[in-house]
């Protein structure tokens, strides 16, 4: 395969596309626009975004994301997103207002970007990014990912990689950009599925939140969180006010609010408050809109280079802009190398440190809580012997007796090859087992 | 029965619809810096392809700025819908300023709206500032007709008034504060993990009893209760001996922590269930940062040896608490505990204890700041709450815009520039070069955005003849002929997010704003704050 390069030059006619330029990929056909300088229009852009996925403060990009393309005359735009739209989004998510609380955002976005600006076609999906198979994203020359959780972002990323490596021609590789924020920070990265560093490879700069142990919550609580949590996992277990627990129904988390002032006190600990609760059950993370409006636009700024070619992209080179507005403004900008043991995108299975001592269980337990997998239902297979399985049920009874036994006793050896699966990620990941030494 | 019937009759006591509108931003700013924002009354003139301003201005009104202001003598054209998200094909022909207002109104009921549209030259901008409103802030966007800027600066100078300009054509942009003075901050917002404040190098008396009690016969506690032990504690305990056999003195260079930790780490039990001790080893990964001599940072000396050369100034409750703080350490040679103590493996009633020992401690130091504020001119009627804050976080206030500086000329700030160049050419290629090219290129003067480039570097050069010659100045000046004084959309969103950032930052007097340019490229997607 081919491998698609932007545009390195820097001048060029005043932002039309160059007919002779390179391009990223073949089918991107950039018509000349007769209408706005400044500006280039494009034909057969698909793009797919997720406007938000509630609960962690991406909501805001799929707005600004659209508002940006279609300013940037990309002509047919697909998004997908299957929350629904709540009051507290109405502080960034500019296309929605009061009247719109409990409407499907995708809809609702798409068709005021589409009455808003001439010419521009919005298709909404009101569904999960997990619906749609590989052949749908085929039909897309570039992806830009909005997203609100880590799990999202590898699925879509793992997509677009066994994408790219499956095709015959660099049609197959679609850019993949990616933006986040929280408070005042912010990220946009761009992506070359195959190619450049994959979001699988950059796993360890996302590593999962030491989690409270759970004795401190049971027993000896030091903080209001510790509380909050007490109530929100024990208590709402033991008790069961509501058949389900809704974390948006002000019923239930005053509940949760009120137990966890009542043990607060019991404890002498300070600080509970509504919105300390609501903030710690639904892992709350702040979002302005002027940091989505400065992460989408980065991302759709590159979008719009890869399309045009009218400057150099991120992606080859510097592939990251960190930006931070906390104490000034500091951006770093920096390429992030591709990982040639990464479980998707690279060539070679990654080491996997275990004593063959340690059950099977405590063995999938593990790959919840490493950085380099941060896989919650894996199953596990080696060179024909199927280990564990999560699914069907069949498989899964037959080969349960596995997870008390030792790596050993399973007749698993030093050096041994693994393929780990989990329903998250439509992709295998694969591991050699490196046993540490005997510690006795 | 009756516990089910209290909980279904149970009323919600949840947030308001504003607070819950709020929500996110709330957990940054607070109430106090929405109060800010809702009380603002901002001035954009917008001029140009008009965009970046708007932009700008979108981001606020989400926030719930109080009220704006747009000040734009255009109409509506057919290339104003090619770069202008607010507005549409029915606004061709009729005002900018008023269709813009309109349709930025429409993203939050409760902000206050108005426009001028005939604002086209100094004159007219001159009425409009002569009229009783005031502004908190005005925004204004290159290129402005001429005797303009000087109308606007005036009125910054004459009210105090911060002022941004903002330039935005092609793949770069870039904007500039002006503060009406120098701009102190308490409410920094530090990272979480720099505000740890423990002290272990001058504890209190109230501290080291604690410390003495729980320790007084370690070695016969039960694995429970040593495995129990808070880590300040634990290093309190270990310091001390290390003191005993180190004739007085603590561990203080990179080889005496090294070894120090090394105690801590024979002292930790191996020999119960669980095979160690996590409080053990978070005292272990403590000592690097944690037993350290209390120091004054740079950014609180510049406040302690600020001098006033504004009487008014000298008379705000940020100076008075400064000098009142100035006190207490010149007295005590320390800074006010901060108060806060992180989450550490510990009982709870142990940790509740150690944690009001340490806030006690605060309160009194707080007591003492206040005590001398109250005997400054001008202290008597400052809140608890503005000390309290100001010795929480006395370690991150910052100024910005010190006038007590004097900036360095244009000419000294591109010696450096090209000279930090030359050494990043040196280190590689993934050294980043100036940006000060941009900013040159993009300042020269307005009515040329048709300029080519080589008039472009011809007019940087007289200006700054140490750029003659310079390939960079050379490549932005063929991007911006290219532009040809037009706006990207995606590089005005990018720094209409950038502005609103520090408009929020200057209003609520929270986080820290720039000092005092920020350039933008948006080809090589990054930013450079210069003090120009």
Request: aromatic share 8%; net charge negative.
């Amino acid at each position: 395969m081919e491998v698609p390069r932007a545009n390195q030059t820097h001048a060029g006619p005043v932002y039309k596309p160059r007919s002779g330029g390179r391009r990223i990929s073949g089918p991107i056909r950039a018509v000349q626009d007769s209408g706005h300088v400044c500006h280039t229009s494009h034909r057969y852009f698909l793009l797919e975004t997720e406007t938000n996925g509630g609960g962690s403060g991406a909501g805001g990009l799929g707005c600004e994301i659209l508002k940006n393309l279609a300013m940037s005359k990309f002509k047919d735009i697909h998004v997908i997103d299957m929350d629904t739209i709540d009051i507290s989004n109405l502080n960034r998510q500019f296309l929605f207002r009061k009247s719109d609380v409990g409407k499907f955002k995708a809809e609702v976005a798409a068709k005021f970007v589409e009455q808003r600006v001439k010419g521009v076609k919005i298709t909404a999906h009101n569904k999960r990014i997990q619906d749609f198979d590989d052949e749908f994203y085929k039909q897309f020359q570039l992806v830009i990912c909005g997203l609100d959780s880590i799990e999202a972002r590898r699925w879509i990323n793992a997509m677009l990689v066994s994408i790219a490596e499956e095709s015959e021609d660099p049609d197959g590789v679609k850019p993949l950009i990616d933006g986040g924020t929280e408070g005042f920070k912010g990220q946009a990265r761009v992506i070359f599925p195959s190619f450049t560093s994959c979001i699988e490879c950059q796993l360890d700069m996302h590593a999962p939140r030491a989690a409270v142990p759970l004795c401190t919550i049971a027993s000896i609580p030091r903080q209001p969180e510790h509380c909050v949590e007490w109530a929100h996992v024990i208590a709402w277990e033991q008790e069961k006010p509501f058949p389900k627990l809704d974390k948006d129904d002000p019923e239930h988390v005053t509940w949760i609010y009120q137990k966890a002032l009542k043990r607060a006190e019991e404890f002498n600990i300070p600080g509970i408050t509504y919105s300390l609760t609501q903030g710690t059950i639904k892992n709350i993370i702040p979002a302005i809109a002027s940091t989505n409006a400065i992460i989408a636009a980065a991302c759709c700024n590159e979008a719009f280079k890869i399309a045009t070619t009218t400057a150099t992209c991120l992606g080859f080179e510097n592939n990251y802009m960190m930006y931070s507005g906390n104490d000034s403004i500091y951006t770093y900008t920096f390429k992030h190398e591709k990982k040639e043991d990464c479980p998707v995108c690279g060539r070679e299975a990654r080491p996997l440190d275990v004593d063959p001592n340690m059950t099977l269980q405590d063995l999938l337990d593990s790959f919840a809580v490493r950085p380099e997998a941060q896989l919650k239902k894996p199953s596990i297979r080696a060179e024909g012997k199927t280990l564990y399985m999560q699914v069907p049920q069949s498989l899964e009874e037959q080969t349960r007796p596995n997870l008390n036994k030792s790596l050993k006793d399973l007749g698993l050896e030093n050096g041994q090859e693994v393929v780990v699966t989990d329903p998250a990620f439509p992709l295998e990941f694969n591991f050699f087992f490196r046993f540490k030494a005997e510690s006795s | 029965m009756t516990e089910e019937l209290e909980q279904t009759t149970l009323i919600p006591q949840g947030p308001s619809d504003k607070e819950k509108k709020y929500d996110r931003q709330l957990r940054l700013w607070a109430a106090s810096g929405q109060a800010a924002l809702e009380s603002a009354n901002l001035l954009l003139i917008n001029s140009g392809a008009g965009t970046v301003g708007i932009e700008t201005l979108k981001n606020l009104v989400l926030p719930g700025i109080g009220k704006f202001t747009i000040a734009d003598g255009a109409v509506v054209q057919d290339v104003d819908l090619g770069v202008n998200f607010f507005l549409d094909e029915s606004c061709l022909g009729k005002s900018r300023a008023q269709c813009c207002t309109e349709l930025l109104l429409e993203l939050n009921p409760e902000v206050d709206g108005v426009w001028n549209s005939t604002v086209t030259d100094a004159t007219s901008l001159q009425e409009l500032l002569n009229a009783p409103e005031t502004f908190t802030m005005i925004m204004y966007s290159h290129p402005l007709q001429p005797g303009m800027l000087e109308a606007i600066e005036a009125y910054g100078r004459q009210h105090r008034t911060p002022l941004i300009a903002i330039h935005s054509v092609g793949f770069y942009s870039y904007f500039r504060i002006t503060l009406p003075g120098t701009f102190p901050t308490v409410d920094t917002h530090p990272d979480q993990t720099a505000t740890t404040d423990l002290r272990l190098l001058s504890p209190w008396p109230e501290l080291s009893e604690f410390a003495n009690e729980m320790t007084k016969d370690i070695d016969n506690l039960d694995h429970h209760d040593h495995g129990h032990i808070p880590m300040v504690v634990i290093l309190l305990y270990y310091l001390d001996i290390w003191k005993k056999e180190h004739g007085g003195a603590y561990p203080t260079s990179y080889g005496e922590k090294t070894e120090f930790r090394q105690l801590i780490s024979k002292a930790t039990r191996r020999d119960n269930p669980e095979g160690g001790e996590e409080n053990f080893d978070e005292a272990f990964a403590a000592v690097m940062q944690h037993v350290t001599l209390p120091s004054v940072p740079s950014s609180l000396k510049q406040v302690f040896d600020y001098e006033h050369k504004d009487e008014q100034d000298s008379k705000s409750s940020f100076w008075i608490i400064a000098e009142a703080l100035k006190q207490f350490y010149t007295e005590n040679q320390r800074l006010p505990v901060a108060g806060g103590l992180p989450d550490m493996k510990a009982q709870s009633s142990v940790y509740i204890k150690l944690q009001n020992i340490y806030k006690d401690k605060a309160r009194q130091d707080v007591n003492d700041v206040l005590s001398r504020v109250r005997k400054i001119s001008g202290g008597e009627n400052i809140d608890l709450e503005e000390v309290e804050l100001f010795c929480k976080n006395a370690r991150f206030v910052k100024l910005i815009n010190n006038t007590g500086e004097a900036p360095p000329s244009m000419e000294q700030i591109i010696e450096r520039e090209l000279s930090n160049d030359e050494i990043a050419a040196i280190a590689g290629p993934e050294m980043p070069t100036s940006l000060i090219p941009i900013y040159l290129a993009l300042s020269v003067p307005s009515q040329s955005s048709v300029a080519s480039a080589d008039e472009i570097v011809t007019a940087v050069c007289q200006k700054a003849p140490a750029l003659e010659g310079n390939e960079r100045l050379t490549q932005v000046a063929q991007e911006l002929a290219r532009a040809a004084g037009g706006e990207l959309h995606n590089i005005s969103a990018v720094t209409g997010g950038m502005v609103a950032q520090e408009v929020i930052k200057i209003i609520t007097n929270q986080y820290v704003p720039i000092d005092n340019t920020c350039v933008f490229d948006g080809i090589e997607s990054r930013c450079q704050v210069l003090r120009l």
